[in-house]
Each structure stands twice: as C-alpha cells, then as structure tokens.
C-alpha cells in the first residue's frame, strides 16, 4: 500500500511513537520512518539533553520548528514520531499529515521507563511536574488528533492504525 500523506504519531514520552513507528514503516510499502528527535540530534549533531543543557528549551523548540517544517514540505509517504512536545509547540501538525494520538495513561508510562529513558527525557526529571504536563497535554494531543487510539498494547495499535489508514 503507497500512502497519499503522511501518518504522524502524537503522544506523551514513552507513549509508544517510535516503537509503533518502526513496526508501521516495516508493514507499509514504500513508506520509512521518521523520528523529530533523532532528526533533531542529527541536524544539530549532538543529543536532547546536551540542547536542553546548553541552550535551553526555547533553542529546542526552534530546533524542532526546523524540522517539522522540512518535514512539512519535503517529507511524502512517511511514519513520523514526533517529540511529545512537538504538537504543543507546533498546533499545525496536521499540515504534515494524518495525525494520530496514541494514548497511554500516566502511570502506565511510568512503569514502561527504565533509568536510562528517563535520563533521556529531561522534562520527565520530576514526575509530579511531569504529571501535571502529560494533563495539559492530552487535552492539547487529543484536540489536535484525526484520530485517537489507546495504545495497551503495540501489536493491536498497529492493527488498529492500519486499519484507519486503509
């Protein structure tokens, strides 16, 4: 199946993007995936937390502006995981294409993050903070969504998607 536009994926840290991501690229002919984090570690050449370190948020957040554009306009018949923040910053995510929240309850993500995810994750330093950013969120990722799916569980979110899309 060749895709017209598009499937990008919303969701909060750990929510399941780019694990969901990958398996949907694999199913789909000629499409890829995308990461905006990765993209963003490779077009600035240095990772996440370095950014948010040395140059702040608001020098990320420019950062991901960057590549959702170039996503935007140059990217045809791709699976993209976007940052959790990415929606938030960026409400005109629908112009990338199809965009699907997958939704994971707090706690539930939580339980999925070993250290190491969470040292990825600088926002996820202080869990009642980062409580109180996954409410704002889901209000912001669900206004956003074409579509919202409960992700419990990979293989019937994928299902599930492909079904939507076909």
Do not use: C, Q
């Amino acid at each position: 199946m060749i895709l017209n536009k598009n499937i990008v994926l919303t969701g909060f840290m750990g929510s399941g993007k780019s694990t969901i991501g990958r398996i949907l690229a694999k199913k789909l002919e000629h499409s890829y995936f995308l990461d905006t984090d990765s993209l963003i570690e490779h077009f600035e050449n240095r990772e996440i937390s370095d950014i948010f370190a040395n140059e702040g948020e608001e020098y990320f957040r420019d950062a991901e502006k960057r590549v959702f554009n170039w996503v935007k306009n140059d990217v045809k018949n791709a699976i993209i995981s976007t940052g959790g923040g990415l929606p938030v910053f960026v409400p005109e995510i629908k112009e990338a294409g199809i965009v699907i929240y997958l939704k994971v309850e707090f706690d539930d993500i939580v339980k999925r993050l070993d250290e190491e995810e969470i040292k990825k994750r600088p926002l996820f330093a202080d869990l009642t903070k980062a409580k109180e950013l996954f409410l704002l969120r889901d209000e912001i990722y669900t206004r956003l969504a074409d579509y919202t799916i409960e992700n419990r569980n990979i293989e019937e979110s994928v299902e599930s998607i492909l079904k939507l899309i076909k």
